[in-house]
């Protein structure tokens, strides 16, 4: 029986690491944002003052593993066996939920998820109990810490509100003082303004990021918090003069001192209080477990009661979960990711956006526009006026396209991590179970909104991102509570071979997971988009449209020979799955036409001519993806209301067009690949003579309706993608003279 128990510890141990990395994926949007978005600093650095703060408060983090072993259920009710089935029960479901959050790339709370899932096994657990003993259901409470669980409930709702409130209100007044043209106005004021962040981030430090030192004494602590007001005066003062100090005689960018200091400060806090998350449950298991062997009692006879009470984590465990965590951070794709969605958000003007519109956002833009004209109409004009200048931005600001560009400037960043850590150093101290996760994240959306980076070009996108990530935050724990309250009973009742096949279940979905993972970044990385401002000559106009050239009808070619072959074997699965990879193709044109604005305005002088071009040539690509995704989703619908099948001959004859449809696109790509461009006029010879031939399959279906064709829906269809192919041939073959004539222009004038 011992055995067993040795087995769950070594996988509770096992999935505590894939846990860090999970977890870590996840919560390094927490504190890398403000940097990453605001260039302010180089990656490279940014990682290793992250690092830093990670490595410091992960060993400084003994005092708050309790909350794994009392602080949502009562020990004391539980038996041994009982209780390890209820860390393995949460272990296994917080490694698959973080893990799906972060293949998202959506940040959620890795606080609330660990919360859930305990109440959620320890509910199961009692339920059970509770039947087989034939009690009243009333008595599941007293195997709840539920005045715990309402807080957690409320804190949520709380720190989302605040949070983006605060963050809003603060970022207003700083762009007030400050304006978009800073620098001069930093002289002055930077100073005082570096002396409150530093003020404000120290004092986050050391009550919130280094309350768990061991070393520390209690009458150190009690007497902080007794005169909080007293040294945080004192600190404003001795920091202002050392900001003044360095900013005079070392000629320092104070805002990016302040954001260096910040980044590590949220680094320490998030490590020093949110890798119980991580390691608490396995480290209450090591602890039940030694506490178990020394009684000599039964696993079902030893209730935990002595959970309760202080218990010392060695700080091997905490120094080796510190150096997971930050090879995590160097080297994990999906933290890049979860911070890319922060990151897009929150930043300065338009572009790209990640999230698709919904009722609910256009209703919230609606209305907060009719909110804004109202406050408007009431201010006096010379109060509007001075407002406006203040968020006036120079034309350069408004056309840097390039991919390096900050989303946002370091008054913003600044402005992220010193609300941020203000924050959650209240909620500590008024014992708040805040998540660290929902106050940075909101703060930074609430600072976007008040530094109009939503305006109405963009807010409709950006709000229904916002929407997307608080809804996913509130079905963590709905998900975390239901998941692990069924694998709870799954172990229950199936005991070893239901947690070998649970826990065989969660490796099969990490492998799956990374390996989808991997082949979209590298989908990512291999698409070609025109959206750099430095794209100014005719030659690397040349270049960069033949590659996008490339890309759409390489895409085009690939899909039109599967749905021939998906509508020939009536396979309706596979042509719902046609329709939604050209879903994916018509994004791809449509973010190329994101850009038209941007890319006529970084033209020089002498290469104006080309936006005609480069219009066009969208025009031609857009005509050809709308072809190919009629031709899908008619035969996706011909399928799907269960109609005849094409006949045979029809089936062979759009063959056969395909064929030499990819054999000639296959060409195109390799002349637009290898920039062989001579040969585009053999290119538009070889399409007339497909253009003819599909002429003739036309001519050939109204021979075959006036002698032996009885079915109208599937002449519909029939004629439908005959016409649609016409269309597709004829739209390349304009967009190879309409490139072939730009090309002869652009070398006889370069």
């Known amino acids: 029986m011992e055995n067993m128990y040795l087995v769950m510890l070594v996988i509770l141990f096992a999935l505590a690491i894939t846990d860090l990395v999970v977890g870590v994926s996840n919560d390094a949007v927490n504190f890398l944002n403000s940097a990453i978005g605001s260039k302010a600093i180089s990656m490279r650095t940014i990682l290793i003052v992250a ?11 003994s005092g708050i593993m309790e909350v794994a072993r009392k602080g949502i259920f009562v020990p004391g009710q539980y038996y041994f066996d009982e209780i390890m089935i209820i860390f393995m029960a949460v272990m296994i479901t917080d490694v698959l939920l973080l893990d799906f959050f972060n293949s998202l790339g959506l940040p959620t709370s890795t606080t609330v998820s660990i919360v859930f899932e305990l109440l959620g096994a320890a509910v199961s657990i009692a339920a059970i109990k509770t039947y087989n003993a034939s009690d009243d259901y009333a008595t599941i409470l007293e195997y709840i810490n539920t005045s715990k669980a309402t807080q957690i409930i ?12 605060i963050g809003a209100i603060v970022q207003y007044l700083s762009r007030l003082v400050f304006s978009f043209q800073y620098e001069k106005k930093i002289k002055h004021a930077g100073a005082i303004f570096g002396g409150l962040s530093m003020t404000a981030i120290t004092y986050f430090i050391f009550i919130k990021g280094l309350k768990g030192i061991s070393f520390v004494s209690t009458d150190t602590i009690t007497y902080v918090k007794e005169h909080t007001l007293l040294i945080t005066g004192i600190s404003f003062l001795i920091w202002t003069g050392i900001c003044q100090f360095i ?21 320490l806090a998030f490590a020093g209080n949110d890798l119980v998350n991580f390691i608490g449950v396995p480290i209450a298991a090591w602890q039940s477990f030694m506490l178990w062997t020394e009684s000599g009692l039964g696993a079902n006879e030893l209730l935990m009661s002595q959970l309760s009470g202080e218990v010392e984590t060695p700080e091997f465990l ?7 965590m930050v090879v995590t951070l160097w080297i994990s794709s999906k933290a890049r990711s979860v911070v890319d969605t922060g990151v897009n958000l929150a930043r300065q003007g338009d572009g790209a956006e990640k999230f698709k519109p919904n009722n609910l956002s256009r209703v919230i833009v609606r209305y907060s526009m009719l909110t804004g004209n109202v406050i408007s109409s009431v201010l006096p004009s010379r109060v509007k006026n001075k407002i406006e200048t203040k968020f006036e931005r120079t034309d350069e600001m408004l056309l840097d396209r390039r991919i390096d560009a900050p989303a946002f400037d370091k008054v913003r960043a600044s402005v992220n991590l010193v609300v941020a850590s203000i924050l959650i150093s209240i909620g500590t101290n008024l014992k708040l179970p805040l998540s660290t996760t929902y106050v940075t994240f909101m703060v930074a959306m609430g600072t976007s909104l008040a530094d109009r980076a939503w305006d109405r070009e963009s807010a409709v996108y950006r709000v229904a991102g916002v929407v997307n990530v608080v809804g996913g935050w509130f079905v963590t724990a709905l998900v975390a509570f239901t998941a692990a309250a069924l694998f709870a009973a799954a172990i229950w009742y199936g005991e070893m071979t239901a947690i070998i096949a649970l826990v065989a279940l969660a490796v099969f979905l990490l492998v799956r997971s990374a390996i989808v993972h991997s082949k979209k970044m590298k989908a990512e990385k291999s698409k070609k988009r025109f959206n750099r401002s430095d794209i100014i000559t005719i030659n690397e106009i040349t270049i960069e449209t033949s590659q996008n050239i490339s890309s759409v009808i390489n895409g085009i070619n690939k899909r039109y020979s599967k749905v021939v072959d998906h509508l020939g074997y009536h396979d309706l699965s596979k042509l719902r799955k046609d329709v939604k990879k050209l879903n994916k193709l018509e ?3 449509d973010e190329l036409k994101d850009n038209v604005f941007y890319f006529i305005k970084s033209l020089e002088d002498n ?22 995704s009629q031709i899908a989703r008619s035969s996706h619908r011909h399928v799907n209301n269960n109609h005849k099948n094409l006949k045979f001959n029809q089936i062979r004859d759009l063959k056969s067009i395909d064929r030499e449809m990819e054999v000639l696109f296959d060409e195109i790509i390799e002349t637009f690949d290898t920039q062989a461009f001579g040969n585009i006029n053999k290119l538009i010879e070889d399409k007339k003579v497909l253009l003819d031939k599909v002429s003739g399959l036309i001519q050939k279906q109204i021979d075959r309706i006036r002698t032996s064709e009885t079915s109208p ?15 597709l041939i004829t739209s390349s073959m304009s967009l190879l003279v309409l490139f072939q004539d730009y090309y002869e222009d652009a070398k006889r004038e370069f």
Not at 52 to 59: E, N, Q, S, T
Not at 610 to 625: C, G, P, R, T
Request: cysteine-free; proline content about 0%; hydrophobic content about 55%.
């Open 247 to 267: 900013m005079s005689v070392f000629k320092t960018d104070i805002l990016k001192t302040i954001i260096i200091v910040g980044t590590f400060a949220l680094a």
């Open 587 to 589: 994004d791809e044109v």
């Open 154 to 165: 409320v804190g949520i709702l709380l720190s989302v509100v605040i949070a983006f409130t």
């Open 713 to 727: 829906k599937n002449t519909k269809l029939y004629f439908g993608l005959l016409l649609e192919t016409k269309d």
């Open 607 to 628: 290469s104006v001519e080309a936006s005609k071009f480069y219009i066009l040539f969208l025009d031609h690509l857009q005509d050809m993806v709308q072809s190919i």
């Open 51 to 61: 690092s830093l703060g990670v490595a410091i408060g992960a060993i400084f983090s």
């Open 318 to 324: 905490l120094i080796i979960a510190g150096l997971v």
